[in-house]
């Protein structure tokens, strides 16, 4: 080897253990944003799933509309945490076409590091067709 080779390489002699920490730290941090963005997307559609299935069942002819609310609080309690079921709002509401629907409206956290940390909030609906319309003949 030429002296200027030998050189060379002596000054890169241990560059490799430095490297492999930031590209590992790297991707670890890339992993757990991608981890946290699926745990974040799951819970929001577990929300949504449990809203629609509050709103069809206060929907229901025979069903009071606080029913809904009891059941949509029962459902997040039991799939996520009873926290995720502390606001949550039903009423009837008439769309622009005249269709009465229930709507059962949910303010839920959502998880920011793991399901522990600081929180955001995120507002979700469900609707459903009431069954108490009035048919015109």
């Known amino acids: 080897m030429h002296p200027p080779a030998l050189a060379a390489c002596r ?7 430095a490297e492999f920490v930031m590209v590992s730290t790297l991707l670890l941090l890339l992993g757990m944003g991608v981890i946290q963005l699926g745990l974040a997307l799951h819970v ?10 509050g709103a069809r069942l206060g929907a229901r002819a025979d069903v009071p ?31 622009d ?8 409206t949910v303010v839920a956290p959502i998880p920011v590091i793991g399901l522990l940390g600081p929180t955001g909030s995120m507002t979700v609906t469900g609707r459903a067709f009431d069954e108490r319309q009035v048919s015109d003949p």
């Open 97 to 104: 076409a005249g269709v009465q629907v229930v709507e059962v």
């Open 11 to 17: 000054r890169e002699r241990g560059s490799a253990v």
């Open 44 to 53: 929001r559609n577990t929300v949504v799933s449990c809203a629609a299935e």
């Open 65 to 95: 509309l606080t029913d809904a609310t009891a059941r949509t609080r029962a459902l997040l309690a039991e799939t996520l945490a009873p926290s995720y079921g502390q606001d949550i709002s039903t009423q009837r509401v008439v769309t």
